[in-house]
């Protein structure tokens, strides 16, 4: 287990839990007590808790943990269903990308594709994305023409929320959206955590010909607070191998393509 996968395991216990010592926190994690120690002091220094004598207690940042954190949840699937997602993108097409970890991992694969790499003075392809961290990425490749929306960035995923956010959505169109959420299932469809986040990825969707949701199993058949989109407004859903499959039938009942990669 690396060191951010450590963190991120000790900060959802931490959530779950409300408070931890030192001793319960090395018996859950079958790590040693100093190790656990250290762990707990350079998590209080990013503010992601609050060491106490002998332990920690929960700040409600541990609730909403950052993209950082998150990126070693299901990585592996999360690398499937972004390869299986890439897939569905052609030469030229106008993309929109939401933020998080799964969709940071589509627009790595785009960015790598080779048939994607423009020989001429255009691009060959457009992304259109209210990800800070995916724009930084895509920004050095010359093949790839990024735009970002403006607003007002949220630390936790890095995405850009507000009406700077969303007003863009008046100005251009999208081939295909793709979405990762915190919830998808086939009664209340897409949903996130944050209001704000779900306004910028509804007009992402509403703006697209496409909808493509991207979300690994631990997230289908679950919702969220806020709603994104209708299970009517999805066209396909991305996800992994350990969907059951009356789960997949619901979606393919109510019209929607599952991809299990």
């Given at each position: 287990m690396t060191r951010h996968e450590r963190w991120n395991s000790l900060l959802e216990l931490l959530a779950?839990?409300?408070r931890l010592t030192v001793e319960e926190a090395s018996t859950r994690m079958n790590v040693s007590a100093?190790?656990?120690r250290r762990d707990f002091d350079q998590l209080a220094q990013q503010q992601m808790l609050t060491r106490t004598r002998g332990g920690a207690v929960a700040?409600?940042?541990?609730?909403?943990?950052p993209l950082r954190y998150k990126a070693a949840r299901h990585a592996t699937e999360k690398q499937r269903i972004a390869a299986a997602t890439a897939e569905l993108a052609k030469p030229g097409s106008i993309i929109g990308l939401n933020g998080g970890t799964t969709t940071?991992?589509?627009?790595?694969v785009l960015a790598t594709r080779a048939d994607l790499h423009a020989e001429g003075a255009s691009p060959a392809i457009t992304i259109v994305?209210?990800?800070l961290n995916i724009g930084n990425e895509l920004a050095v490749r010359p093949h790839v023409k990024i735009v970002l929306t403006g607003g007002v960035p949220r630390p936790q995923s890095y995405e850009l929320t507000g009406p700077l956010a969303t007003g863009i959505?008046?100005?251009?169109?999208?081939?295909?959206a793709i979405l990762g959420v915190n919830g998808v299932d086939a009664r209340h469809g897409a949903t996130c955590h944050n209001e704000g986040e779900a306004d910028v990825n509804r007009r992402m969707a509403e703006r697209a010909d496409k909808v493509v949701v991207v979300a690994d199993g631990s997230k289908v058949g679950h919702r969220a607070f806020a709603r994104i989109c209708d299970i009517a407004e999805i066209d396909v859903l991305v996800t992994d191998a350990k969907v059951a499959e009356d789960e997949v039938a619901a979606f393919t009942e109510a019209g929607v393509h599952v991809i299990q990669a």
């Open positions: 779950d839990a409300g100093a190790t656990i700040q409600s940042v541990s609730y909403d943990l940071s991992e589509v627009a790595r994305t209210n990800a959505f008046d100005h251009v169109t999208l081939d295909v």
